[in-house]
T-cell receptor, first 116, second 111 residues
Framework: EAQVTQNPRYLITVTGKKLTVTCSQN?????MSWYRQDPGLGLRQIYY???????DKGDVPEGYKVSRKEKRNFPLILESPSPNQTSLYFC???????????????FGPGTRLTVT | RKEVEQDPGPFNVPEGATVAFNCTYS??????FFWYRQDCRKEPKLLMS???SGNEDGRFTAQLNRASQYISLLIRDSKLSDSATYLC????????????FGTGTRLLVSP
């Protein structure tokens, strides 16, 4: 089954404790991205990756890192989480970047992160 | 001003009702338009694209008014299963193409 998986689905952590949210897709997609969703603000792109070893900042990259060492995985790293990073996070993938812009992208189920 | 604005709702309607949502966008570089559906705390899913001439998919009709910079979604014969949040999404071309998501309009359909 074609899918995007994220782990963990729920996480409560404390300020400053490094964490990683994993994202994996089994569709051999080149383009992957991370979004956060906050009440009243909609989905905002954090980082995206056009292919292996190619990543770039989205609209709200501050406080986040990503890596793309393999095509299937695109982890989101919070080196020192802060309460303002409490949010619902979605990973998404598409075959190519142009497909994402045509909205032919697959979203993961989301990760609800709370930083206290 | 937000690039994409939606009435957050909620819109409370009885089963069988017709309901319409509007979405306005501020950037004239907006190229393409879409409606997504998002169930509570789940991932967004593409509902339909919006074409200049308007388009229909079953009970759902989408319209685009470029002159007034708004798009609309009409749902006829509402079902309980239509209860969700509907996101308006705009594709911008400002030298670099990007998607801008609205904050969503919540719909509650009651028996």
């Amino acid at each position: 089954e074609a899918q995007v998986t994220q782990n963990p689905r729920y996480l409560i952590t404390v300020t400053g404790k490094k964490l990683t949210v994993t994202c994996s897709q089994n569709m051999n997609h080149e383009y992957m991205s991370w979004y956060r969703q906050d009440p009243g603000l909609g989905l905002r792109q954090i980082y995206y990756s056009m292919n292996v070893e190619v990543t770039d900042k989205g609209d709200v990259p501050e406080g986040y890192k990503v890596s793309r060492k393999e095509k299937r995985n695109f982890p989101l790293i919070l080196e020192s989480p802060s309460p303002n990073q409490t949010s619902l996070y979605f990973c998404a993938s598409s075959l190519l970047a142009v497909d994402a812009l045509r909205n032919e992208q697959y979203f993961g189920p989301g990760t609800r992160l709370t930083v206290t | 001003r937000k690039e994409v604005e939606q009435d957050p709702g909620p819109f409370n309607v009885p089963e069988g009702a017709t309901v319409a949502f509007n979405c306005t966008y501020s950037n004239s570089a907006s190229q393409s338009f879409f409606w997504y559906r998002q169930d509570c705390r789940k991932e967004p899913k593409l509902l339909m694209s919006v074409y200049s001439s308007g388009n229909e998919d079953g009970r759902f009709t989408a319209q685009l008014n470029r002159a007034s910079q708004y798009i609309s979604l009409l749902i006829r014969d509402s079902k309980l299963s239509d209860s969700a949040t509907y996101l308006c999404v705009v594709r911008l071309n400002t030298g670099f193409q990007k998607l801008v998501f609205g904050t969503g309009t919540r719909l509650l359909v009651s028996p």
